[in-house]
């Protein structure tokens, strides 16, 4: 991409410009940019943070809707596709060369640089509506968790019985104040121990949920569940399901699918972090390959012990929808990591969103002192300052608290988990990773490889299709029973 000043005024140009340093330095990459410490580990740590998110805990859900032969084949059919097409990504970070050629530190300047005009728009609309829906599915998430420690208490000490109602909304509140403080980390840089703590909390709570589910089967002395999925006419929460219904919720299901293996929206900017040599495609494709391994894993028992042990009654959120009441205090560790984990996931998939809002406000007005001012306020104790821009301060805390308030207004985790993987899935995972692979390769238009990838391309189409139209029915379907700010569980 040509630094003239067209492009800088470009929309949704999130990347930042530097002085070139050909062949780097001891300090300083080839870009001129201080040089990148990430590895196959931490790129690793990045991803199994974004992927294994409140996604997994659906899992069981989804291949309750699926069935024996379908849910565990679709499971493995979506982490093929993931790894794949961030394969095919991956290969796209440098321009020209994958090895020498010009680094592009995000998904959109990728885009840009290999295919250009109207596509650039149309990706970055995509992609930053799709990380603003992440962040609303994630405080979500987030609150019925909160929300779920405290009635499994309340289960403990009145009995499995008791109504113990509890209302979504202080911990929705309560999330978002947290991610308000949070958020004032100016760059993903330095957020890797976050990082590091939501993997370890994202293997604690995946790894209670299989045990429980384990623990569960073996109780009950036989596998539930169906080769085909839900029987028509099983009652749910207070409606029975119809042959009509059934189809919707297979289609949610793989929408719920998709979302749990979304990542490649935040892989370029994951793999800028990363030093070589060796090559960064290289090192990213073997942490691509690792952590699909590892999530998939996990993904095949969560999903598939939690429908042995519920059947078709498996809940929408395996450790929050009560099937299992005891011991308690695993349940409540289990929550508390799943909210630990909400928290650093909600920043590496917001932080592209932050730097893009923050890059084209200085461009606009690069005289503002307002947007370009850092402060420093001494901390008590400490040889070293916090540095705060007021600029970030505002608009990051107006972004939690416009998130928080939509997650108040519409509160169901598993039809806007499904909604954001249709959504997203096709475009970012699959579309642009592809059509941007054959541009980088040179691959000839009617080739047999070329026929391969837009056959891939055509068939994620029409699944994505089919699971938004799902989710959007499931939608339409709890708001008939809904009250706005009066959600309680």
Known sequence: MSESAGTRHQVFDVSVNMPSQTGGSKCYDDDGRLKR???????????????????????????????????????????????YTSSLLATCYRTGDPD?????????DAVRANLGGFKVKVCGAIQYM??????????????????????????????????????????????????????????????????????????????????LGVAKVAENGKIRGSMTGISIGTVTGTTRVTETQKIWRSFQALGAIAFAYSYSLILIEIQDTIKSPPSEHKTMKKATLLSVIVTTIFYMFCGCFGYAAFGDLSPGNLLTGFGFFNPYWLLDIANAAIVIHLIGAYQVYCQPLFAFVEKTSSQYFPNSKFIAKEISIPIPGFNRSLKLNLFRLVWRTIFVIITTVISMLMPFFNDVVGILGAFGFWPLTVYFPVEMYIVQMRIPKWSPRWICLQILSMACLIISIAAGVGSFAGVVTDLKVYKPFKTSY
């Open 130 to 211: 799709n990380l603003f829906g992440v962040a609303i599915g994630y405080t979500i998430a987030a609150s019925i968790s909160l929300m779920a420690i405290e009635r499994s208490n309340c289960f403990h000490t009145k009995g499995d019985n008791s109504p113990c109602r509890v209302s979504s909304n202080p911990y929705m509140i309560a999330f978002g104040v947290v991610e308000i403080v949070f958020s004032q980390i100016p760059d993903f840089d330095q957020i890797s121990w976050l990082s590091m703590l939501a993997a370890v909390m994202s293997f604690t709570y995946s790894s209670i949920g299989l045990g």
């Open 100 to 108: 020498t050629g010009k680094r592009n530190y995000t998904y959109m």
């Open 37 to 83: 410490t990430g590895t196959v580990w931490t790129a690793s740590a990045h991803i199994i943070t974004a992927v294994i998110g409140s996604g997994v805990l659906s899992l069981a859900w989804a291949t309750a809707q699926l069935g024996w032969v379908a849910g565990p084949t679709m499971l493995f059919l979506f982490s093929f596709v993931t790894y």
